[in-house]
């Protein structure tokens, strides 16, 4: 008997497979844009909790007197955000979002302490501008990553030996106090982070295709707005030292 197939049908079923293919592509493109805008959102919204502690906490007596009177508390405003982060990258497989959402609200408020001296050593005008340039910077960085088709994966081993790099001349530097060195410190921080902000981002994005739908995309939101996070302050920090004025 001869075999045939109705032209009619293989056409149709290949048209219901194309709109099938097509609708699958919008829901991912739409479930993209809602984790990446919640992931901007927390980390918009530490920053700018960040920055209200770090201001209100420079205005203290007890921030004047441990900036200068460095003390044993000072050491642990100063840890303490390390400390946290090192939980919340440690223990994100155990903990919860709600409770590493919890942690990055509490690393935030640790982090304005912390930078309260920024306030004291700097002024308001300065600071400023170095936070709209870097907020600008950081839009512009994470913008071209997000929607460039250019695969930059291969950034992060050269950027995790710049890291290195730069931890290790940071602490030669506090025994030399090298000015020159320190703004060659400072050139290089900015082109890291800089660096890192671009490649979390795309980092950030591809990951969402592996944990949409699982219970770890919530984690993931918030960890990647931590990474963000960090990126922005330390650029933040790194320009500041060329564009602050000194109270």
Known sequence: MAQWSDPRVTGTQSSLAGVGTRAGDVTFDAGLRSHMLKVYN???SGVLLTGIVAMLFAQTELARNLMVNP????WVIILSPLVVVMAMSFGQGKFSAATLQAMFWGFAVLMGLSLARIFMMFTGESIAQTFFATSAAFAGLSLWAYTTKKDISGWGSFLVMGMVGLIVASIVNIFLGSDTLGWVISCAGVLIFAGLTAYDTQRIKSEYFYL???EMIG?????GALTLYLDFINMFQFLLSFLGNRE
């Open 42 to 44: 927390y980390m918009a």
């Open 219 to 223: 984690k993931a939101a918030v960890m």
């Open 212 to 214: 949409q739908g699982t």
């Open 71 to 74: 003390s044993l508390m000072s």
